[in-house]
C-alpha cells in the first residue's frame, strides 16, 4: 500500500488531507491547520503518487503521510485515510484550502449536537474573491444535477446554520463509525459526486448532514484538475451521476424521477456542446450506463421508506433552490455588466 512516515496519535479528529500533486498549497493548508484554537487533532495526509516534490517536502516536515504508489483517486485515497484513524470524527480537506483559526472548534461543536448527525459542511469562500462563496453544503435536484448552494453568490449570506443533502467532502467533518453502517465512499467514482453519494447513502439509513457557517474555509478550487471544466472531469462527473442515481434510488423512484433525470441530462449536453465537452459528456454517460451493475446498491427496506419520502422531498425542494440561485446570479451579471457600461461612458 506504500509508506507512513509517522503515526498519526489519538485525537478528537484526524484531519486527513488527500494530495496529488498539491506541493504549491501544502505549506499554506498545514499553516491554517497549525493555528487552530482547538489543538485535540491530528494531521494525516495521503499522497497519491505525487511527482512535484510534495514526498520530499512532507518527509522534510515530518507531517504523517501514506506514500501511495499510484492515483488511486479521492475516494481511495481518503478511504484509505479513514480506515487508518482512530478518532471518533475526521476531517476531510482539500490540499487548496486555508481553514480559520477557529474551523476545527466550530465543526466539532456542530456535529456534537446531535447523534444523527453524520456530516459536516463549512462555509466555503473562494480564496482569491473572498466576497463569494464557494459552498455551503450540496444539494441534489430532480434534474439529476448536484449543485453548491450558494457559489457565486455573495459571502455575507448564507449565515444561518441548516440541514443539506450532502456535506462538500473538500472540507468536511463524518462521524467515524457511521463508515461501517452505510459503506465507505464509493471507489468506482474515482472523484466527483463521491461525497454526495455518501451523504445520500447517509440520509437513506436516517442520519442527518448539517451545514456549520461559522466553520469558514477559503478554497482555491479545482486545485488538482486545474480548471472549472475539462475532458476527464466532465467524463467522471457524468458517469458517477448514473452510478448515484442507479445505487441510491429504488426501481420505483427512479421512474418516478427519470423525466427529469433525462430532462437534465438533455440539458446538459446543450450546455456542454457549447463548451466543446459533448463528446466527453456522452462518453461518461454511456460509460456509466454500461458499467451500473458493477456498483453495489443500497438495498431497499420497508422501514426506511419515510427516509425516501424525505429525500423525494428534499430533491423537490432543491429544484426550485437551483432555479432561484440561477436566476440571481444571471441577474447580478446583467447589472454588473450595466454598470460596467455606464462607468466607460
Known amino acids: 500500500m506504500g509508506r507512513q512516515s509517522r ?79 482512530s478518532s471518533p470524527f475526521v476531517i476531510l480537506l482539500n490540499n487548496d484550502t486555508k ?22 459542511s463549512s462555509k466555503m469562500v473562494q480564496l482569491y474573491h473572498p466576497e463569494l462563496m464557494d459552498d455551503a453544503g450540496d444539494m441534489y435536484c430532480l434534474l439529476g444535477w448536484a449543485f453548491q448552494r450558494g457559489v457565486g453568490r455573495s459571502s455575507a449570506g448564507y449565515s444561518r446554520p441548516m440541514r443539506i443533502f450532502s456535506a462538500c467532502a473538500g472540507a468536511a467533518l463524518y462521524r467515524r ?49 486545474g480548471s472549472k471544466y475539462n475532458s476527464f472531469k466532465v467524463k467522471l462527473a457524468a458517469r458517477n451521476n448514473i452510478y448515484l442515481n442507479y445505487k441510491n434510488m429504488p426501481l420505483l423512484q427512479l421512474l418516478l424521477n427519470l423525466p427529469g433525470i433525462i430532462a437534465g441530462i438533455l440539458l446538459k449536453f446543450a450546455f456542454f456542446y457549447k ?44 429544484t426550485f433552490l437551483y432555479i432561484y440561485e440561477f436566476s440571481s446570479r444571471q441577474l447580478a451579471k446583467v447589472i454588473r455588466r450595466i454598470n460596467g457600461t455606464r462607468q466607460l461612458r
Open 177 to 225: 463509525e457511521v463508515f461501517e453502517e452505510i459503506g465507505y465512499f464509493d471507489e468506482m467514482h474515482f472523484a466527483y459526486l463521491e461525497d454526495l453519494d455518501v451523504g445520500y447513502r447517509a440520509r437513506i439509513h436516517g442520519y442527518d448532514n448539517v451545514y456549520c457557517p461559522s466553520a469558514l474555509v477559503y478554497h482555491v478550487g479545482s486545485g488538482t484538475t
Open 7 to 85: 503515526e498519526s496519535t489519538d485525537s478528537q479528529v484526524t484531519v486527513i488531507i488527500p494530495n496529488y500533486n498539491g506541493m504549491k498549497y501544502l505549506p499554506d493548508c498545514m499553516e491554517a491547520l497549525r493555528a487552530q484554537t482547538c489543538r485535540d487533532f491530528s494531521v494525516l495526509v495521503v499522497d497519491n503518487g505525487s511527482k512535484d516534490g510534495s514526498e520530499a517536502w512532507l518527509r522534510e516536515q515530518g507531517i504523517p503521510t501514506i506514500f501511495l504508489p499510484e492515483n488511486l483517486g479521492f475516494s481511495g485515497a481518503v478511504n484509505i485515510g479513514i480506515k487508518k484513524s
Open 275 to 318: 463548451l466543446g465537452f459533448a463528446g466527453d459528456y456522452l462518453a461518461g454517460i454511456k460509460e456509466g450506463i454500461c458499467t451500473r451493475n458493477q456498483c453495489k446498491k443500497v438495498p431497499y427496506r420497508k422501514e426506511r421508506f419515510k427516509n425516501y419520502l424525505a429525500v423525494e422531498g428534499e430533491l423537490f425542494a432543491a
Open 99 to 120: 481553514v480559520d483559526k477557529n474551523y476545527i472548534r466550530e465543526m466539532l461543536r456542530a456535529v456534537k449536537r446531535s447523534p444523527k448527525i453524520f456530516s459536516v
